[in-house]
């Protein structure tokens, strides 16, 4: 039997500035992170665009979810390193909390109802790709067609947004209700030195300085033909996935 | 369109724990841990290298068993992270022959941490305390998966790697998600488990929490309340049973799911810790009657435990057949799933001593069952469950 892997749904949300809630009505709100109201934002899109599928994954707990962050929560990092190192700055308990890397992946449950297993994953530059490949492995063996998978990460430059969030919807069957119809391919973890064949991917990213990790940002255009992606770490390890057009 | 991940299938019954290693206060490797665990359990102390700032015992590594002679009040957590899972790594290694058998790109790598990176962050944060300076600070030494680099970088290791950041539930997620992903045919054997390394941005955390326990602990009998915190780690060797060249046990379940309750506290009810442990039985085929041992998250916080005692007794009534081990090692944050693992498979190994050293129900059967529990921050709960014959 051919095993087949689907993008049933792709969505970005970013939040604009420190004090952007995003478009979460919860009581919690207010306490979260810019990258936690990512989070929970790009979800909350995705449930008003597909209610039906999104709604689902309360009850359904055999979904599971995958979040992914590259180097965490900044800011809280930030706060409580800050307090370590400079004693005139008490450390807070609520930056402490939010300092944990799965922090969004707690307040994505809490405000969206969730009980299913979130999986929180830490993989620096290459986290976005290294979830998307284990995703795509564990929905190849699991008995559920779906996996969620959220990347959501800071930005680094000194304004406008400050953190941005992804959601992608795997699945084994093409079609359904959702809004993307690309197929994976192929999808392999490389190491140097590459075949030419994936050195000429359309859509390169290669770890350097200042860069903290690519986000998949698939426009309209993209979606309508296939694509590779090459995602090089500097230690020299990479991913590489073939991206295809479902008619 | 080709197929990637190998044939599709339910996910198989069991994975082999075929190897496994684990670190902490109670020393370094199996042999050492079983000997403290029957003789002389606890072995937390207050004269630790954090006494400057901690007034509080803590479960802390001997790291000049290790590297004779090494200085670890000047290794950050990145390098102390890297002295405790090269040994594991070489004893598994040893037991098994796993880099003879393997090629390099066969041999995955699940790791759960939550203190790698805090050195780079604690120095950013000394020479930049604003935020915007910090930021351009930022750096891949930050990144918890350069422990799993550092381990490549010392052993022949090029499969899939990935890093949980599950908190205190981190390991066990690992381990389950290993189980899991063996059958995709991704690799042939994963290594699996966690490590975690004290350090003063986790402890002055703690304590802001007001969580700390600042005399010994006594986790599971509510008698105290507060963590006494440790470091250490534990890693599986998962492979297919056809592959393994032995077997300390096998996975038989995994289970993970959230409570969204509470950011930090577990829900007093304990459903979803009860939850768990029943999908574990139920995977597996099992009732609460066939279950042997428990090694039970106890942290030692009323609240952790109050809600745990709760769904022990919903679930297996008033037998005794659960204790905590955190009193002994410490609480080692991300690595405990790890650890309390390969404690769990000890015991299985060590049955009739356990019952007659812990006083243990016991009941005559061939085959031995055993759960190990680890909760988390964010409100992950994670059960495994072991066997062996």
């Known amino acids: ?247 | 369109m080709s197929q990637i991940f190998g044939p599709t299938g339910g996910v198989p019954l069991f994975s082999v724990v075929s190897g496994m290693s684990c670190i902490s206060a109670l020393g370094m490797g199996v042999k050492e841990h079983r000997r403290a665990l029957f003789n002389s359990p606890i072995h937390l102390k207050r004269d630790h290298r954090h006494c400057a700032y901690l007034d509080a015992p803590l479960g802390e590594v001997d790291f000049s068993s290790l590297q004779p002679g090494v200085d670890v009040t000047r290794c950050g957590t990145n390098e102390l992270l890297k002295l405790m899972a090269v040994p594991v790594i070489d004893q598994i290694a040893q037991e098994t022959r796993l880099f003879d058998r393997y090629r390099p790109e066969e041999i995955g790598i699940f790791i759960g941490t939550t203190t790698y990176g805090v050195d780079a962050s604690l120095a950013a944060a000394a020479e930049a305390p604003e935020l915007a300076a910090f930021k351009a600070r930022v750096n891949r030494q930050m990144a918890y998966c350069g422990l799993i680099e550092k381990i490549q970088d010392a052993f022949p290791i090029c499969g899939l790697s990935l890093c949980f950041a599950n908190s205190c539930a981190s390991s066990a997620i690992a381990i389950g998600e290993a189980h899991l992903a063996l059958a995709s045919g991704a690799f042939k054997a994963v290594l699996a488990g966690g490590f975690d390394a004290l350090n003063p941005l986790t402890i002055m955390g703690f304590d802001a929490l007001q969580v700390l326990n600042h005399e010994l602990s006594s986790p599971l009998t509510l008698a105290t309340d507060g963590i006494n915190l440790g470091e250490g780690g534990g890693l599986v060797l998962l492979e297919h049973e056809n592959k393994a060249s032995s077997c300390h046990g096998r996975i038989i379940g995994y289970s993970a799911v959230n409570e969204a309750y509470h950011p930090v506290r577990p829900n007093p009810d304990g459903s979803y810790m009860k939850r768990v442990m029943h999908n574990v039985l139920t995977q597996a085929g099992l009732t609460p009657d066939d279950i042997d041992y428990i090694n039970a998250h106890g942290t030692g916080t009323v609240a952790n435990d109050t809600a745990e005692l709760t769904a022990l007794k919903d679930l297996f009534g008033q037998r005794n057949i659960y204790h905590s081990t955190k009193g002994w090692h410490g609480h080692t944050l991300g690595a405990a799933g790890g650890l309390e693992a390969i404690i769990s498979l000890m015991a299985l190994d060590a049955w009739g001593d356990c019952c007659g050293h812990f006083g243990f129900d016991f009941t005559p059967r061939s085959r031995r069952v055993a759960l190990s529990n680890s909760f988390g921050f964010g409100g992950c709960n994670a059960t495994l469950g072991f066997d062996r014959g």
């Not at chain 1, 309360?58 to 390193?81: D, K, L």
């Not at chain 1, 959220?150 to 093409?174: N, Y």
């Not at chain 1, 000429?200 to 426009?219: D, I, K, R």
């Open chain 1, 1 to 247: 039997m051919t095993m087949q892997i689907f993008l049933a749904y792709y969505d970005a949300y970013e939040i604009d500035g420190p004090s952007g809630s995003g478009i979460i009505k919860h009581p919690l709100a207010r306490r979260m992170s810019p990258i936690q109201r990512a989070s929970a934002s790009v979800f909350i899109k995705g449930r008003e665009a597909y209610p039906d599928f999104f709604s689902s994954l309360r009850e359904n707990q055999h979904i599971p979810i995958i979040v992914t962050t590259s180097y965490g929560e900044i800011e809280a990092i930030h706060s409580v390193a800050r307090s370590v190192t400079q004693s005139e700055f008490p450390l807070s308990p609520k930056d402490f909390q939010h300092s944990v890397a799965n922090a969004s992946s707690g307040y994505l449950a809490l405000t969206q109802e969730l009980h299913s297993n979130i999986i929180t994953l830490s993989n620096g530059f290459l986290s976005l790709d290294k979830a998307l490949y284990f995703g795509a492995m564990r929905l190849a063996r699991m008995p559920d067609p779906y996996i969620v998978i959220i990347h959501a990460g800071e930005h680094l430059w000194p304004s406008g947004p400050v953190a941005k969030a992804e959601m992608f919807v795997l699945c084994r069957e093409q079609g359904g209700c959702l809004n993307q119809a690309l197929g994976l391919a192929d999808f392999k973890v490389l190491r140097r030195p590459f075949d030419v064949c994936y050195e000429t991917a359309q859509v390169q990213h290669h770890e350097a300085a200042g860069t903290l990790t690519p986000c998949f940002n698939l426009p309209e255009d993209r979606a309508s033909h296939s694509f590779d992606r090459l995602v090089t770490s500097a230690t020299g390890e990479a991913l590489y996935s073939r991206w295809v057009r479902c008619s």
